[in-house]
């Protein structure tokens, strides 16, 4: 294959020595960019008051050069905070309601991809692949075509893509839609994702499917398809092993004196469910009162996108909601849940799934969910846990292993986790094998090397 550019809103740079290790998809997409030589572009993450951001700052290690450009503040207000986060994400998670058209961020959306495309122009040269990620960057193939670049450029989107209904309550869904028709391959997370796609490009007569996976629309033809992300899950199954002797983890296991353990483990972010899943915990309980003071349900999620009011908001209702529930049912020994909004290691983030005996994965809707099979490949093969998995998730379409939950119906989630809790280890052997084998096949790197095959072809 030709040279590599990679292209995502923020870039992970080489971790330095003592830094914890990246995760699943950085490491893939180094690997990828070490092997082919490439570039990865992408904002430094800051932004300044000045008028014009500063040149690119282009950062060369090994076979990779890193190229990071700062953003103006407007920018950022407009294009991240406004366009991406609050209106293509919850549209994208089929949260309508909470979707904010304003015609500025709009503007400030394509405005901002105008000016990525520009500054990455001059670094292509005639062969290289591009790979575009995510939907920050959706309009990026369009601007760069009419520089006149004929490059293979290809797109994967991480988040979900909804049904017609859904996406046409955003005004600029027909521009959102032409802009894919410019990439030679549009990658999605699931086959639902796809036929999303597919689906609103027939019923509203914009575009047609064609044999061999390729689609055509506003005249032009170009290849979808679906590409579950996955997770390095050889090397995450080695560091849950290890972390038995990390001392986070010792303290961890002796803290919850011998009780069944339930993680959760998300960011910050109202697709996640996390306040339903708070509730079937606590339904849970009630209903079944020989596990009162049996089980401990530790929840970690790191803030995130504190600058959108909707964040903000969820941060005090879920604290407060978690406080309530410990204050009804808890007792003078025994905290049910523990609620910890920071950021932990990958090494020792293994190491505490692995002492947890449910895995509690209830997103309301996800693009796929790497917390569901980073779980998987922490398990002890002796004595493995038990996935509690939404059928939401894109994960959902490939751990059939789990135990599939709708995590709106919050009794239908108690009774999962129930049956979680007194699953006899044959069982849970035998489900934790199927997802496990899947997940040692299918893990990041094929991931990448199968985008990358059929972009190649395309
Ligand atoms: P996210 O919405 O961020 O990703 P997810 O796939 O679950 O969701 O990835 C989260 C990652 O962050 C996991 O690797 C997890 O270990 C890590 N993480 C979460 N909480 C953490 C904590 N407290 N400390 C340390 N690490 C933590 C988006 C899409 C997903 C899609 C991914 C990849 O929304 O659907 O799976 O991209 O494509």
Sequence with gaps: M?????????????????????????????????????????WSGKSSGAKEPAPLDMQQHGNITYALTDLTKTDVEEYYHGFANRVLWPICHYRMDLAEYGRKEMAGYF?????????????????????????????????????????????????????ADVLFTMPVHEEIMKNLSYYDLVGFQTDHDLANFVGGLVREGIGDALEGGKLTSYGRTFKGGFYPISIETAMFAEYAKKAASNVIVRKAKQSVEGRDLIIGVDRLDYSKGITQRIDAFEHFVKSNPAHHN??????????????????????????????????????????????????????????????????????????????AK????????????????????????????????????????????????????EERKERWGRMMEHLLEHDVTRWCDDFLEDLTAA
Excluded at 13 to 39: C, T, Y
Excluded at 119 to 132: H, N, R
Aim: glycine content about 8%; aromatic content about 8%.
């Design 374 to 425: 980073e779980y998987v490949a922490a398990q002890d093969p002796e004595n493995p846990g038990v996935l509690v998995l939404s059928r939401f998730a894109g994960a959902a379409r490939e751990l059939r292993g789990a135990l599939l939950v709708n995590p709106y119906d919050i009794e239908g989630t108690a009774n999962a986790i129930a049956r979680g809790i007194n699953m006899p280890i």
């Design 111 to 163: 405005r901002v991809n105008r000016f990525f495309a520009h500054k990455l122009a001059p670094l292509i040269q005639e062969d290289d692949v591009i790979w575009v990620h995510d939907y920050h960057l959706i309009p990026l193939a369009a601007e760069l075509r009419q520089m006149g670049l004929k490059n293979k450029i290809g797109f994967f989107l991480h988040i979900p893509w909804p049904p």
């Design 2 to 42: 030709s040279r590599l550019v990679v292209v995502s809103n923020r870039v992970s740079l080489p971790q330095k020595s003592g830094d914890a290790p990246a995760g699943g998809l950085a490491v893939a997409l180094q690997a990828a960019l070490e092997e082919h030589g490439g570039i990865w572009m992408g």
């Design 294 to 371: 049996r089980v401990t349900y530790l929840q970690i999620t790191p803030k995130s996108r504190s600058e959108v009011p909707e964040y903000e908001q969820m941060q005090r209702m879920v604290a407060e909601q978690a406080g309530r529930v410990n204050g009804a049912i808890g007792t003078v020994d025994w905290v049910p849940i523990r609620y910890i909004n920071r950021s932990i290691g990958r090494p020792v983030l293994a190491g505490l799934y692995r002492l947890a005996r449910i895995g509690l994965v209830t997103p309301l809707r996800d693009g796929m969910n790497l917390v």
